[in-house]
């Protein structure tokens, strides 16, 4: 299986920051990464797929890129509503892959 | 708009079985692989099953493989997930999700459904 290694596990930031996340595959994907964000209770929501494509109706604050085995999701002005957890997940092979999620906090 | 509605959760013991429905609607059912993915209680997602628009192909994670069945009826706009032999830790909130096009990404998800397997 696709091992996906998510960092940092954690981070602290404040409103109008910029944030980077980190994901790294076992094994190349070529593009086949999509990155979803989750809030507490609630079903994940799809931000970006084949590494860099925006959902649609997702803000243009998001941005992702990378190609192989190391991606990053950015965040390029966070707002109050963005504090959450972020996983990015291969889409190459199946068994479908996770990373461990990174968890979004205030400073 | 595009909803998926899980349903068929609970509390079973271990050994039992249990089988998860959801209900699509909004958009063409038939046209699109789906997914269940599940969350243990303050964990991260676990992919479980994916099942082509058609029915012909289906593939599972080792966790659950040959104990649980993701199946669909197109005409009723329902997929399910028949579980068996239901463990500890098979407690989770499963979700279904639809497949997006050409990217294998998921690009919409039910509200969740919760199954504890507990004595």
């Known amino acids: 299986d696709i091992q996906m290694t998510q960092s940092p596990s954690s981070v602290s930031a404040s409103v109008g920051d910029r944030v980077t996340i980190t994901c790294r595959a076992s094994?190349?994907?070529?593009?086949?990464l999509a990155w979803y964000q989750q809030k507490p209770g609630k079903a994940p929501n799809l931000l970006i797929y084949a590494a860099s494509t925006l959902q649609s109706g997702v803000p243009s604050r998001f941005s992702g890129s990378g190609s192989g085995t190391v991606f990053t999701l950015t965040i390029s002005s966070l707002q109050p509503e963005d504090f959450a957890t972020y996983y990015c997940q291969q889409a190459n092979i199946f068994p479908y892959t996770f990373g461990q999620g990174t968890k979004l906090e205030i400073k | 708009q595009v909803q998926l509605v899980e349903s068929g959760g609970g509390m079973v013991q271990p050994g039992r079985s249990l089988r998860l429905s959801c209900a699509a609607s909004?958009?063409?059912?038939?046209?699109?692989?789906m997914h269940w993915v599940r969350q243990a209680p303050g964990k991260g997602l676990e992919w479980v099953a994916v099942?082509?628009?058609?029915?012909?192909?289906?593939y599972y994670a080792d966790s659950v493989k040959g104990r649980f069945t993701i199946s669909r009826d197109n005409s009723k706009n329902t997929l399910y997930l028949q579980m068996n032999s239901l463990r500890a830790e098979d407690t989770a909130v499963y979700f279904c999700a639809r497949d997006g096009d050409g990217y294998n990404q998921f690009d919409c998800w039910g509200q969740g459904t919760l199954v504890i397997v507990s004595s």
């Open positions: 094994q190349g994907l070529s593009t086949w």
């Open positions: 909004g958009f063409t059912f038939s046209s699109y692989h």
């Open positions: 099942l082509w628009y058609d029915g012909s192909t289906k």
